[in-house]
């Protein structure tokens, strides 16, 4: 018991959960619940939110639902040096919205390009089928955006922390989180 | 915190793992010392147990910009705040061996120190008693002489004795990882509780990081911790022949100085140089302390050889430290794998303690994976989980090196370009490691075993020490030869970089540098 004790004696609680708007007011919630709420994007425009989600949510699934785009907006417009995505060790410049922003236009170049209309409509198959050739290589109609395999890398993991990289997460696994201060935010919620 | 108004004896840029340790041993010797850190203050209760959160301790200043075959990882690998990349590091902590000292004379090829171990030794075994670094002397029959761990080994969890399974059965030998984290409670710190938030920057002082060890020590010495300082500039005498002091740039842009009699940079292999080069003046039009042409050359960073396999047993791979539980070096003589065109020395950590996200969580080790798939792999790695990392030898290449880019930060000052391209022989070193590494695993009883890419690990050159200023910037104490009030601490003194984590040897350095510094301190002054 003494262990748990001091483990637990930096405790945070729920303390620090993430802002976002909703209605005009800034709340705090985990991302998941700021996308049942509908809560404000700062960066990202409907369309983008969309790819990001379908996106997402084919490279893992659950993902969307967890709020990976509310989580990867705030992200985004927090300042460079307070951003917790793991785009910054890669060696891409902040600010990161960019890169965001350029990978999933060229996704949405690559969908329609196969003719079959924008990418989040796509049948699961096909989505499935384009994410794989990512993972290896741009794929016809991809153009100027970031190197399709470094996007898919970027986006999954991003999926990963916000699916296994939380204390529901882990205990989604059955791992003990033992953290000595818990994260501010239980994200996935 | 006020800055002094008056000149102080020492102003040192930069709080990590040198910074701190030259701080505590100036200001316990008497020395006024001001320390200027370029990112935010941190406290014990700002070091929040995520693989998410955790990444606010790396570098978050002015960008570095990479090119080269190999990057070497600034971001990942520096910190920012209060106790700088220290932080996050896995607090691995062995020593270097005799052999990596005078690898030139011996081999013909990378450059020699100009000091040999037995003249770090003494220092290495006042470093771990002060730190206290938990280990097994004996059993690291591959160690040099040296004082035994003032601790215990820690603990060894059903991943490790899985993987030493494995190289029991390829006839290699292992024992403790010696690491800077308590086995049990020691100098009032508390134990280590093997939980794997080591890079998350360990609240509770088992792991002994610079808010830990040493910071306390230098306030408790009154030395003077500035943040959100970014020093912008040395400053030099008219001749420029001696450092007078330091411009240093507040998060709002406002320029300020601090003056003293000796100045420390302590910024990392990569801000030092930078830092040199962009103080050029008159009379050091090429950049400060570089008549050698030298500063900002030979930069290294370890290879990381990354092995991941998947048992039936369940392997609690989420036990344990983050630097791992065991240790093995027999692969250390250089030329060992010479028919393979490789050289070098490498060791094994043995037994991370992992977690399910972030660049060295299980699920990235399988990037091909997605969907449902990605989910399945998660559940089963979950309890079958193993992964070990060899840290592989880096030779120096003077054209890896920092340079300053046309791009300014907010200052004014050019941003850092790092190129590294690798060696080779040390390539060929890596790929033989991978090759011994996958050879374990299945000699352990791995179902699966593969491999990761050639990850950046520690950075180390960029000001190297050594015996005459043509061929190096500093001397053995951090001197700068052109500039001698001027003194580099840090990884970037290294020559060679050994098949080994670097902090331990940097702090063996940096405490006998301070020792020196303090004993002909009279010599420093105008």
């Known amino acids: 018991m003494a262990s748990l004790t001091r483990r637990r004696f930096f405790r945070q609680g729920g303390l620090g959960l993430l802002t976002f708007c909703v209605g005009g007011c800034e709340v705090q919630m985990t991302p998941g619940e700021a996308r049942r709420q509908s809560a404000t994007m700062r960066i990202l425009a409907p369309k983008e939110v969309a790819t990001l989600e379908a996106l997402a949510d084919t490279l893992l699934p659950g993902s969307r639902e967890l709020g990976i785009a509310h989580y990867i907006d705030h992200q985004l417009a927090e300042p460079a040096d307070r951003q917790l995505l793991m785009i910054k060790y890669l060696n891409v410049d902040p600010p990161f919205a960019a890169f965001y922003r350029e990978g999933l236009a060229a996704l949405e170049r690559a969908a329609a390009s196969g003719g079959e209309g924008s990418f989040d409509e796509l049948p699961e198959d096909l989505k499935h089928e384009l994410v794989a050739r990512m993972s290896r290589e741009n794929p016809p109609g991809w153009g100027d955006g970031p190197p399709a395999p470094f996007f898919y890398f970027i986006l999954r993991n991003d999926a990963l922390d916000v699916t296994y990289g939380t204390m529901d997460g882990f205990a989604a696994l059955g791992i003990p989180y033992m953290a000595h201060i818990e994260p501010p935010s239980r994200w996935g919620e | ?526």
């Open chain 2, 1 to 526: 915190m006020n800055l002094p108004r008056d000149k102080v004896d020492a102003v040192i840029v930069g709080s990590g793992a040198a910074g701190s340790a030259m701080a505590a041993r100036l200001a316990e010797g008497g020395k006024s010392v001001v320390l200027l850190e370029a990112g935010p203050a941190r406290s014990p209760a700002d070091l929040v147990s995520s693989g998410i959160w955790a990444r606010r301790l790396k570098w978050g200043g002015d960008p570095v910009l990479e090119d080269g075959d190999q990057p070497v990882g600034y971001v990942f690998n520096a910190g920012f705040g209060t106790g700088g990349s220290a932080m996050h590091h896995y607090a691995v902590w062995p020593r270097f061996h005799r052999e990596d000292f005078d690898v030139s004379s011996r081999h013909g090829r990378g450059l020699d120190w100009p000091i040999g171990y037995d003249e770090l030794a003494p220092w290495y075994d006042e470093v771990q008693e002060e730190a206290g670094v938990s280990g097994d002397a004996e059993q690291e029959i591959w160690r040099p002489p040296g004082a035994p761990y003032p601790l215990p080994p820690v603990p060894v969890f059903p991943q490790g004795e899985i993987l030493a399974r494995g190289f029991s059965a390829r006839g290699l030998h292992t024992a403790p990882l010696p690491l800077a984290i308590l086995s049990k409670r020691y100098r009032g710190r508390a134990a280590c509780l093997w939980d794997g938030w080591c890079d998350a920057g360990c609240p509770i002082g088992a792991l002994a990081n610079p808010m830990t060890v040493h910071l306390p020590r230098a306030a408790a010495a009154s030395a003077v911790l500035e943040t959100d300082a970014t020093v912008t500039r040395v400053l030099t005498n008219a001749n420029g022949d001696r450092a007078v002091g330091v411009e240093f740039a507040r998060a709002g842009g406002a320029r300020e100085r601090v003056m003293a009699d000796v100045v420390v940079l302590a910024a990392f292999a990569v801000q030092n140089p930078r830092l040199l080069l962009a103080s050029s003046s008159d009379r050091h039009p090429n950049g400060l302390a570089n008549s050698s042409g030298l500063v900002g050359r030979y930069v290294m960073s370890h290879g990381a050889g990354l092995i991941y396999g998947l048992f039936d047993e369940d392997t609690q791979c989420h036990m344990g430290a983050f630097g791992g539980q065991l240790v093995n070096q027999d692969g250390y003589p250089k030329d060992m794998h010479a028919e393979d065109g490789a050289f070098g020395s490498y060791q094994w950590m043995i037994g991370q303690a992992v977690r399910p996200n972030d660049l060295l969580g299980i699920g990235t080790t399988r990037a091909d994976l997605f969907g449902n798939d990605l989910h399945a792999f998660m559940r089963r790695a979950a309890r079958g989980f193993a992964s070990m990392t060899a840290v592989v030898e880096d030779l120096p290449v003077a054209d890896n090196a920092v340079r300053l880019s046309d791009r300014k930060d907010p200052s004014g000052v050019p941003l850092a370009t790092v190129t590294h391209t690798v060696d080779p022989a040390s390539h060929a070193l890596w790929q033989s490691v991978l090759a011994e590494g996958t050879a374990i695993f299945e000699a352990a009883g791995a179902d699966s075993v593969w491999t990761g890419p050639r990850g950046a690990m520690h950075i180390m050159g960029g000001t190297i020490m050594g015996d005459d200023a043509g061929s190096s910037v500093t001397n053995s104490y951090g001197q700068c030869h052109d500039v001698p009030n001027l003194v580099i601490a840090g990884p970037g003194l290294f020559p060679t970089s050994a098949g080994v984590n670097p902090t331990f040897t940097v702090h063996a350095l940096t405490a006998r540098a301070a020792d020196y510094l303090l004993k002909h301190w009279s010599a420093l002054q105008p």
